[in-house]
């Protein structure tokens, strides 16, 4: 019985986790100076606006590394053939956030 709950709870919540997450976009590597990065791309949909998420795989801090985000960001945006749209970042856990970044 409890097996079946569980099952029934969880086929309940998929459709709305599945619709919170939006488009998953795709995940660029990038390699600067020896240090290697990726750079997400993610939106409400597959039209955009996409939000651009920069970080270090080794995990260290982005905080002093705007100014590489940046690029990185311009480099994600032409490989997909967006536009840049927004290079102001904010820093969330170590990892930069470009909100709108590509168009």
Same mark, same amino acid.
């Given at each position: 019985? *409890?097996? #079946?709950?569980?099952?029934?709870?969880?086929?309940?919540? =998929?459709?709305?986790? !599945?619709?919170? %997450?939006?488009?998953?976009?795709?995940?660029?590597?990038? %390699?600067? /100076? @020896?240090?290697?990065? /990726? +750079? &997400?791309? =993610? !939106?409400?949909?597959?039209?955009?606006?996409?939000? +651009? *998420? #920069?970080? *270090?795989?080794?995990?260290?801090?982005?905080?002093? &590394?705007?100014?590489?985000?940046?690029?990185?960001?311009?480099?994600?945006? !032409?490989? &997909?053939?967006?536009?840049?749209?927004? =290079? *102001?970042?904010?820093?969330?856990? @170590?990892?930069? #956030?470009?909100?709108?970044?590509?168009?």
């Amino acid at each position: 019985m *409890r097996l #079946v709950l569980a099952a029934m709870i969880g086929l309940a919540l =998929t459709p709305q986790l !599945a619709a919170a %997450e939006g488009y998953a976009g795709l995940i660029i590597p990038a %390699e600067h /100076k @020896g240090i290697k990065y /990726k +750079v &997400e791309l =993610t !939106a409400d949909d597959k039209a955009g606006p996409y939000d +651009v *998420r #920069v970080w *270090r795989i080794d995990g260290g801090s982005m905080s002093y &590394e705007r100014k590489v985000g940046v690029q990185l960001l311009k480099v994600a945006c !032409a490989a &997909e053939d967006y536009a840049v749209a927004n =290079t *102001r970042s904010k820093l969330d856990k @170590g990892q930069l #956030v470009f909100k709108g970044g590509c168009k």
